[in-house]
Each structure stands twice: as structure tokens, then as C-alpha cells.
């Protein structure tokens, strides 16, 4: 029998959403423009040309202007860091999204650094990771936002909390460990050579599961009552059958201990396109000096 309240992702997101496309329609009536998020795909990824239709349409969605670039795979890196210096001088274009993974033969880190920092929605860029961390405004990344968002929605406050966040990647791990010192948790970020994670994770009263391993976090490890945010989507083939998403949470059996869960799918996966959609309204109102709402 399970006991958590189950964290509705899909739902959240949707409020994140329509509460941008209000901020959004009050941008357009006070000053008169519209933010416009640029998203740059090369080649024919088929989990990326899903991703960047889902993006496209969202944006239209909360009232956005939605640019896609879509170039062949053989596209020089000279060829796109050139497209992305024109969207960077480019006053319509407030946010620009290069969608990874690139192909092999452009340097990524050199790509992603092109980006105008005020632009760089994705929050990857050396500038925002350091704004993130010295507490400037910045443009956070977008999965680790919409977990705290999603933490937040089962306790307003995460004060005090001792949070245990397994993973220590980039883009999720080390700017979910800003952004909760930021909520002032008490955040340790463990990973796959942490020595008796077990017992590390038992102390959690917030769990931050982003390792990219199926089922890693098991049921025991769960403190009763703690917050459980599962980051991780991992296709499992099951023999003979559909390949089934898996968290990095065992769910059924942290389920039982946990007071809440996110599940996977329909838990933290609709957020990120939402903060993408937050993060645009934000840097659209920095840049043209305006209060930030989003
Ligand atoms: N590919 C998969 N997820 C992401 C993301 O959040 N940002 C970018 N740029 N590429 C991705």
C-alpha cells in the first residue's frame, strides 16, 4: 500500500504556464512587444525533434514568439556559431536554445558559450553558472528550477531542511545545490562513488535523485515522510515487450515510506519546458530593464 501524496507534474507545469502566459499578455499591453525564444536543432535526432516540437508549440501556447532553426547534420561549427551570433544581435530573439546532443563534429562547450549570457535560457553558460552562485540575478537551468518548484508545491518553505541531492552533473546536480542553498536547505550532493549512500540518502528530508541509473535510490533508503523528486528518465527494455521509462527511484518501493513523490513519467519531465518558457519571460524583462516577474 503506498502513502505518499504523488506530486502531479503535468499539473504544476500547467500552472507554471498559464501563470506566464498572463505576465506574458501584461509585457505585450504595457510596452508593446512579445518575447521571442530561438531554438536551434541540427540534425534529425528523433528525441531531439520531439523536444523541439513540444518547445515550439508550448511557447505559441503562453503567447510567445517561437523561432526554430533547423539545420542538416552535416552543418559546420562555423555555420552555426555564426547563427548564433546573429541571434544574439538579434533584438527579437530574447532567449536562444541550442538543443543537445550536437553532432560529433562541433565542439559543444564552444557552441553553448557563443550564446549571449543575457540569451542563454538553458542557464549552461560559465557567466550564469557563476551569477547562480555568488547570488546575481541569472538565468538558472531548467530542470533543477522546476524540481524546486515542484518541492515547493508539497512545502511552501524548505528552510532548514536537510536536502540530499544524488548526482553532481552540470545541468542538473550542481545548480539544483545552488538553488537549494538558495531555499536554505542544508544540501549535500552525493554521487555514484559517495561511500554508504544508503545512509547518506536515510538522512534526506528532501531527495534529489538526478544519476541517470534505473531504480538506483531504493525503497529502505527513504527517510518516512521525506519529499522525493525523481530527475531520472531511463528507457528499461522489457524483453518482449514496449521499453518502459524508468525513474532513478525505485517508485513503488520509496512510495510506501515517502510523503511525497514525483513519478516518471508526469512528474518532473513537463517542468523543464515550462522553466524554459519562464526563464524566456525572465530574460526578456532583463534585458529591456523591466521588473522580473517570471
Ligand atoms: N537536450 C535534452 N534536454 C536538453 C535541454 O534541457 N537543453 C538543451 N539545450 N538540450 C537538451
Not at 57 to 82: C, F, R, W
Amino acid at each position: 500500500m503506498s502513502s505518499a501524496r504523488v506530486i502531479d507534474g503535468k499539473a504544476v507545469a500547467a500552472q507554471v504556464r498559464a501563470d506566464i502566459a498572463k505576465k506574458v499578455e501584461a509585457l505585450k499591453s504595457a510596452h508593446g512587444f512579445t518575447p521571442g525564444l530561438a531554438v536551434v536543432l541540427v540534425g534529425e535526432d528523433p528525441a531531439s525533434q520531439v523536444y523541439v516540437r513540444n518547445k515550439g508549440q508550448q511557447t505559441k501556447e503562453v503567447g510567445m514568439n517561437s523561432i526554430e532553426h533547423k539545420l542538416p547534420a552535416e552543418t559546420s561549427e562555423a555555420d552555426l556559431l555564426a547563427l548564433v551570433e546573429n541571434l544574439n544581435n538579434d533584438d527579437s530573439i530574447n532567449g536562444i536554445l541550442v538543443q543537445l546532443p550536437l553532432p560529433k563534429h562541433i565542439n559543444s562547450e564552444k557552441v553553448l558559450n557563443t550564446i549571449n549570457p543575457d540569451k542563454d535560457v538553458d542557464g549552461f553558460h560559465p557567466t550564469n553558472v557563476g551569477r547562480l552562485w555568488v547570488g546575481e540575478p541569472a538565468l538558472a537551468p531548467c530542470t533543477p528550477t522546476g524540481s524546486v518548484i515542484l518541492a515547493k508545491s508539497v512545502q511552501e518553505n524548505l528552510t532548514g531542511m536537510n536536502a540530499v541531492i544524488i548526482g553532481r552533473s552540470n545541468i542538473v546536480g550542481k545548480p539544483m545545490a545552488a538553488l537549494l542553498l538558495r531555499e536554505n536547505c542544508t544540501v549535500t550532493v552525493a554521487h555514484s562513488r559517495t561511500k554508504d549512500i544508503a545512509s547518506v540518502v536515510k538522512g534526506a528530508d528532501l531527495v534529489i535523485a538526478a544519476v541517470g541509473i534505473a531504480e538506483f535510490v531504493k525503497g529502505d533508503w527513504i527517510k518516512p515522510g521525506a519529499i522525493v523528486i525523481d530527475v531520472g528518465i531511463n528507457r528499461v527494455e522489457v524483453p518482449g515487450g514496449k521499453a518502459k521509462l524508468k525513474g532513478d527511484v525505485d517508485y513503488a518501493a520509496a512510495a510506501e515510506v515517502a510523503g511525497a513523490i514525483t513519478p516518471v513519467p508526469g512528474g518532473v519531465g513537463p517542468m523543464t519546458i515550462a522553466c524554459l518558457l519562464k526563464n524566456t519571460l525572465q530574460a526578456a524583462q532583463m534585458q529591456r530593464g523591466l521588473e522580473i516577474t517570471a
